[in-house]
């Protein structure tokens, strides 16, 4: 007897505690997600190399931007892609240290970007004309994000889409 009423408190506890309602965080719920990658990209003539860090985005995910040497050998804007393509929150910070060849020189950056501005371009996407020489017009997404490095601890950040940046 003794056996049951203790098998029955459990099972009510249990059964108390799997019903209960789960609230969600209401920064993860309002956060929409895009499939996007990362990139960088350094002026030509100037290889930099970003040493430790990358992109905080909404809710605290984070995207690294360590992938090695980008070259400096194309030009200014070309993108050196990362791995990370899938569906993420955008990005919300900057906080990365990278290296300058050329400049022998260290730069660090740790700043938040406007979220709001790129939500607007991801939102919205953007109109090309299809290459088919049809003259139909297509609509796009933007796929990357791109970091690029200049001279004298310069930092822009582009949107990226195909044929438009």
Same mark, same amino acid.
């Given at each position: ?43 030509? @003539? ?7 860090? @990358?992109?905080?985005?909404?809710? @605290?995910? +984070?995207? @690294? ?10 030009? +200014? ?80 950040? +582009? ?7």
């Amino acid at each position: 007897m003794n056996e049951l009423i203790k098998y029955l408190l459990s099972f009510l506890l249990f059964t108390q505690i799997s019903c209960q309602e789960k609230k969600d965080d209401k920064k993860t719920k309002t956060m929409t997600k895009y499939e996007w990658t990362e990139g960088t990209s350094a002026p030509l @003539g100037y290889p930099m190399e970003v040493y430790k860090g @990358g992109i905080e985005c909404e809710g @605290g995910e +984070w995207v @690294g931007l360590s992938f090695g040497i980008i070259q400096g050998d194309d030009s +200014w804007g070309a993108i050196n892609h990362g791995m990370g393509n899938g569906f993420k929150s955008l990005p919300a910070r900057l906080d990365f240290v990278w290296m300058s060849y050329m400049e022998n020189q260290f730069y660090m950056i740790d700043t938040a970007i406007d979220t709001a501005k790129i939500k607007e371009y991801f939102s919205k996407g953007y109109q090309i004309k299809a290459t088919s020489g049809s003259g139909n017009i297509k609509h796009l997404n933007y796929k990357e994000i791109c970091v690029g490095m200049a001279p004298g601890g310069v930092v822009v950040v +582009w949107v990226v889409g195909v044929g438009v940046q």
